[in-house]
């Protein structure tokens, strides 16, 4: 925890864009609150969301999902944006990449996680998303690892917000939800440049998460929502994620 009592939040996604589609509402109000907060991508996303990007090299796909990236971070108010490149579709828990993302909440001391994907632990499915979430679970902060001091956050809160979740077998119900009604413009904002999506598709992603955070929103009593599986099971409408 920083001086003044602000959280240290890390946000951990598969892809560049997942934190903001599944958990970018939140990060703007951690941000907003004045924590201090680091976003993680597991890979560059070469592989998805990068259709405007076919017929270019690898190098050029990166630096262009990187900028766009940064730049929708810059939309939440984020400066830190962490990227491994442990390669995508299939993403694979190598014992390698586990310390390496182990190593990332040594580094930064985080007082909560917040994956941007649900582990699925009970079928291993959800792809690239299931096993990221799996990852977060998984990754050996505890480590004594060439003197890096170990950490152990406090929580991991898992985002029930993810299409690969919705359509799985065996649905999360979410027990904590993050009231984002006045962050959901920053949020769609920071979708639609991460995915470089042109104007004309602002109506179409506009409605999306209005309907999406609508209905969790609802649920709970506030406009919009974002919903998360956390350590501890009971219903609740907070501020922010503690």
Known sequence: MTEGGRLKVVVVGAHPSD??????????????????????????????????LIGKSESEIKRTVHEKAMEAAAILGVVDYRFLDFGDTPLVATRDNLI????????????????????????????????????????PSWRQHFGKK????????????????????????????VDITDTMDQKIDACMTSWNLPLEDLPRIDNVFRGMGGEHGRSVGVKYAEPFESPWLHRRAVEHLE
Do not use: C, W
């Open 19 to 52: 934190p903001f589609a599944n958990v970018g509402g939140t990060i703007a109000k951690h941000v907003n609150r004045g924590d201090e907060v680091t976003l993680v991508t597991l890979t560059y996303g070469v592989e998805v969301h990068t259709e405007y």
């Open 100 to 139: 390496q993302l182990g190593e990332v909440i040594q580094d930064v001391q985080p007082d909560i996680v917040i994956s941007s994907h649900v582990p699925l632990r009970e079928t291993g499915l959800g792809g690239d998303h299931g096993e990221a979430g799996r990852m977060v679970e998984k990754a």
């Open 150 to 177: 170990s950490h152990r956050p406090k929580a991991i809160y898992f985002s029930i917000t993810d299409i690969a979740t919705v359509n799985h077998p065996i649905y999360r119900i979410p027990d904590t939800f």
